[in-house]
């Protein structure tokens, strides 16, 4: 199993561009998750999935916008990027079973700069 | 602002020491809090969970204690080696039952191994 993979790796954006960080596990896990994390900061969550075709506003979330097409992917898009919104992207996914081992799998990250 | 933290932003040790990395979370009513270690350039790694009807839990040289008391959860890293180098956070999850919800961060404790 591959886990939870991201693309790209690393990207540079001029202010205003857009773009759309992929997002895919094959783990089979019923919810997905985006994170950003700045210096200091810790994880932020920006948005988040329950489930295919749902997705809820998580903890920082204005100038983001996501997608659940398929249980397997979620996509988190930029439509206007901005440099505050320069950071390192952790998408992760997890499933509940009620008790222990509800740990949230991440991926590698996405480096994200914005000019 | 952050009410999932940790005491200490650094903690340096001896190889073969012991660590205890600590973290006070505010919110009474969580009721799931993982431990999750982020080496440099990659995504966070799950280390251990608890629930919130426990008192202590027991790994592969780790162990978590959470005080509901006091708010508070420490991370205990038996003999402590240079590959445990590393950021660690403390997570929280704050909406008891609902399935899927998202994990608050800490900012992170970073820990020295020296040889």
């Known amino acids: 199993n591959a886990g939870v993979t991201q693309t790209p790796k690393f990207r540079v954006l001029k202010t205003g561009q857009s773009m759309t960080l992929l997002c895919a596990q094959d783990m089979n896990h019923e919810y997905m998750y985006w994170y950003r994390q700045d210096p200091g900061m810790g994880l932020r969550l920006i948005h988040y999935?329950?489930?295919?075709?749902?997705?809820a506003k998580g903890e920082v979330p204005d100038g983001y916008n996501v997608s659940r097409l398929k249980k397997q992917n979620f996509l988190l898009g930029l439509e206007s990027a901005a440099p505050s919104q320069t950071s390192v992207y952790f998408c992760?996914?997890?499933?509940?079973?009620?008790?222990?081992?509800?740990?949230?799998?991440f991926g590698p990250g996405t480096r994200l700069t914005v000019l | 602002g952050e009410s999932v933290g940790l005491h200490l932003p650094t903690l340096s040790v001896q190889e073969g020491d012991n660590s205890i990395i600590n973290c006070a979370y505010s919110n009474s009513a969580s009721d799931y809090f993982i431990w999750y270690k982020q080496e440099s350039g990659k995504g966070p790694q799950f280390i251990i969970d608890i629930r919130s009807n426990m008192d202590k839990r027991q790994g592969q040289r780790v162990t978590v204690l959470l005080n509901k008391t006091v708010k508070h959860l420490s991370l205990q890293i038996a003999a402590t080696q240079p590959g445990d180098s590393a950021v660690y956070f403390c997570?929280?999850?704050?909406?008891?039952?609902?399935?899927?919800?998202?994990?608050?961060f800490g900012k992170g404790t970073t820990l020295s191994v020296s040889s």
């Open positions: 997570a929280e999850r704050r909406d008891p039952g609902q399935a899927g919800t998202a994990l608050i």
């Open positions: 992760a996914s997890s499933y509940e079973r009620g008790g222990l081992g509800n740990e949230q799998f």
């Open positions: 999935s329950v489930g295919e075709g749902t997705t």
